[in-house]
């Protein structure tokens, strides 16, 4: 089992900063990759930013150029620094974790509010 503590969100203007962390449970060489979701209310739970264990990463197209994702193997956490941030970026932020064992597990953290006011 794996438990993902986040922290970081909170209420920020438009065109402020905020950055979010992601604390595991256990070595995070142990995982494949490592991420954050968002879910705004009323919609789905969509992939914001993913880092694999080799580095590679991906972002949905809306926050490419504004978000980075990045791990801190040290730490056994993973960050998301958001710059940039619009009204739009109003979500909960949930850390994701995947491990593949014989299939796929995933693991979920808990969610931080990320609020922006216009």
């Known amino acids: 089992q794996v438990q993902l503590v986040e922290s970081g969100g909170g209420l920020v203007q438009a065109g402020g900063s905020l950055r979010l962390s992601c604390a595991a449970s256990v070595n995070i060489f142990s995982l494949n990759a490592m991420g954050w979701y968002r879910q705004a209310p009323g919609k789905q739970r969509d992939l914001v930013a993913i880092?694999?264990?080799?580095?590679?990463?991906n972002y949905d197209d809306s926050v490419k150029g504004r978000f980075t994702i990045s791990r801190d193997n040290a730490k056994n956490a993973v960050a998301l620094q958001m710059n940039s941030l619009k009204p739009e970026d109003t979500a909960v932020y949930y850390c994701?974790?995947?491990?593949?064992?014989?299939?796929?597990?995933?693991?979920w953290g808990r969610g931080t509010q990320v609020t922006v006011s216009t």
């Open positions: 880092i694999t264990s080799s580095g590679s990463t």
């Open positions: 994701i974790a995947k491990r593949l064992i014989g299939g796929e597990y995933v693991y």
